[in-house]
């Protein structure tokens, strides 16, 4: 069984900093694409960043300039810095990876369970 766990996320208020981890864990083969997303109350889930086993990158247009994505594939771990946070960045942030299992064959898009930011004064 594989699993994502987030970790970092908090109150900070506007113009400040945090850094998000997500790290899995389980029967990993290897680890393709890894993002992460956010859901606002009463919004869809949305993409924030995204980053490829090579190291190419995707951004929000919104996040552009002020989030970092970036990965530790010796850790399978995943990382978002934000930087510059403002009250519309407040979300439960998700980070997902798609990856091939080491016991069943296939590819699997697997989810982590969230972590707060809150962006206030």
């Known amino acids: 069984q594989v699993q994502l766990v987030e970790s970092g996320g908090g109150l900070v208020q506007p113009g400040g900093s945090l850094r998000l981890s997500c790290a899995a864990s389980?029967?990993?083969?290897?680890?393709?694409?890894m993002g992460w997303y956010r859901q606002a109350p009463g919004k869809q889930r949305e993409l924030v960043a995204a980053?490829?086993?090579?190291?190419?990158?995707n951004y929000a247009d919104s996040v552009k300039g002020r989030f970092t994505i970036s990965r530790d594939n010796a850790k399978n771990t995943v990382y978002l810095q934000m930087n510059s946070l403002k009250p519309e960045d407040t979300a439960v942030y998700y980070c997902?990876?798609?990856?091939?299992?080491?016991?069943?064959?296939?590819?699997?898009?697997?989810w982590g369970q969230g972590t707060l930011v809150t962006v206030s004064s």
């Open positions: 997902n990876a798609d990856l091939e299992s080491a016991v069943v064959a296939g590819l699997f898009l697997v």
């Open positions: 389980g029967s990993i083969f290897s680890i393709n694409a």
């Open positions: 980053i490829t086993s090579g190291g190419s990158t």
